[in-house]
């Protein structure tokens, strides 16, 4: 079992930057793969970026160029940098953690005002 604590949202004007935080209750390299999904309202959830055990990334479309996931070892933390943020980029966010199974944070509000 993995518990997931997100942190790192908030308000910030179009243009901006924010970086996510995933803290993970067990080393993050046995987990499969760690990623972040977002949801807006009225809208499925869907995948912002995702970084497998092996160091390999994932980014939807519309955030590639701007977002950037990295993971820290030591911290088994895994962060969402997310630069030049757009309003469209508002959304509950998810940190998910795939390992026998798919575990979820409780998520952290992200929104971009234009």
């Known amino acids: 079992q993995v518990q997931l604590v997100e942190s790192g949202g908030g308000l910030v004007q179009a243009g901006g930057s924010l970086r996510l935080s995933c803290a993970a209750s067990?080393?993050?390299?046995?987990?499969?793969?760690m990623g972040w999904y977002r949801q807006a309202p009225g809208k499925q959830r869907e995948l912002v970026a995702s970084i497998t055990s092996g160091g390999s990334t994932n980014y939807a479309d519309s955030v590639k160029g701007r977002f950037t996931i990295s993971r820290d070892k030591a911290k088994n933390t895994v962060y969402l940098q997310m630069n030049s943020l757009k309003p469209e980029d508002t959304a509950v966010y998810y940190c998910?953690?795939?390992?026998?199974?798919?575990?979820w944070g409780q998520g952290t509000q992200v929104t971009v005002s234009s």
């Open positions: 067990r080393y993050i390299f046995s987990i499969n793969a």
């Open positions: 998910n953690a795939v390992v026998a199974g798919q575990y």
